[in-house]
């Protein structure tokens, strides 16, 4: 079982940025895919960006350009770093870890969601 914690969630005005973490437990970090999804009041949950375990990274339309995600697998941790931040970012975003084995998933942890808003 993987436990995900995310840190780095806050209020910021309208072109601020903000950096997310999240720290994974477990020995196998490096073989997930990691992913930040995000859920606005009322919206279902999306995808906001993911990173493979070799490193291919790919966004959603809305955030190309202004978000980045990374990985350090020596620390077990992966990033996603905000900038422009509008306020149609405000939303719970949550980090999850995918485990594959060839094309099959053998499991999505998720962490608790960290909260940001973004005031115009």
């Known amino acids: 079982q993987v436990q995900l914690v995310e840190s780095g969630g806050g209020l910021v005005q309208a072109g601020g940025s903000l950096r997310l973490s999240c720290a994974a437990s477990?020995?196998?970090?490096?073989?997930?895919?990691m992913g930040w999804f995000r859920q606005a009041p009322g919206k279902q949950r999306e995808l906001v960006a993911a990173?493979?375990?070799?490193?291919?990274?790919n966004y959603a339309d809305s955030v190309k350009g202004r978000f980045t995600i990374s990985r350090d697998n020596a620390k077990n941790t992966a990033y996603l770093q905000m900038n422009s931040l509008k306020p149609e970012d405000t939303a719970v975003y949550y980090c999850?870890?995918?485990?594959?084995?060839?094309?099959?998933?053998?499991?999505?942890?998720w962490g608790q969601g960290t909260q940001v808003t973004v005031s115009s």
């Open positions: 990173i493979s375990s070799g490193g291919s990274t």
């Open positions: 999850n870890a995918r485990e594959m084995r060839l094309l099959t998933i053998l499991g999505d942890y």
């Open positions: 477990g020995s196998t970090f490096s073989t997930y895919i």
